[in-house]
């Protein structure tokens, strides 16, 4: 059975088009695999915290000597590492603000990546521990931002592809529901979008 961790980061809740697209490929994991476990992480709701000192400091210390209130620091990232580790498909949603992500996707990424947990160094040079994912990227945005003059506009798909590939999540394929804001392509953005979706 197939594990599907949905990660919702858009702060709009029924407008939302990388809702819509992120829901409809979770729609065509089910078509493929018809018994999936799926797990929803929305980072709005309640919004997910940005990391403090406090956690950083647990995240640094050895597990042997971390404190039983270190602990409880670092509960929320242990939480979201294990539902990373668990998928088999990782669905994020990531509308395009202001060239980037959302505050809240930051927020997951600086809780998941963490040193000889999600990653590690060795005399090569660093290695991804979160190997073996399937992981769909639902973007959506106003503009068009996969080719012409505004291509190097697009932060989101860039770092996202980087930060998660340090990891060892390389197997990524993104969909995009883009020129929402552009007369007649707006008409036909999410469904150009759904129709770009390949499970296999």
């Known amino acids: 059975m197939k594990q599907v961790l949905h990660i919702i980061s858009s702060p709009r809740t029924e407008s939302s088009v990388s809702k819509k ?3 409809a490929v979770v729609e065509k994991i089910k078509n493929r695999y018809p018994e999936i476990i799926l797990k929803k992480r929305d980072l709005t709701n309640p919004l997910f ?3 403090e000192e406090k956690q950083i400091t647990a995240f640094f210390t050895p597990a042997e000597h971390r404190t039983p209130e270190q602990l409880e620091f670092i509960k929320l990232s242990d939480t979201v590492i294990s539902e990373l580790q668990e998928a088999d498909f990782i669905v994020i949603e990531t509308p395009l603000y202001n060239f980037s992500i959302t505050s809240t996707l930051k927020s997951w990424l600086d809780h ?3 040193a000889g947990v999600t990653f590690r160094y060795d005399e090569n040079g660093p290695e991804g ?4 994912k399937k992981v769909y990227l639902a973007f959506s945005s106003g503009g068009i931002y996969s080719e012409g003059e505004k291509q190097g506009y697009d932060f989101v798909i860039p770092y996202l592809e980087k930060t998660l590939g340090f ?3 390389n197997d990524i394929s993104v969909v995009r529901a883009e020129g929402l804001s552009v007369p007649v392509i707006q008409e036909t953005a999410l469904q150009k979008g759904i129709e770009s979706i390949v499970v296999e």
């Open 21 to 23: 697209l992120g829901s």
């Open 129 to 132: 521990l979160v190997k073996n």
């Open 167 to 169: 990891m060892g999540m």
């Open 112 to 114: 998941i990546a963490r």
């Open 49 to 51: 915290p940005h990391l």
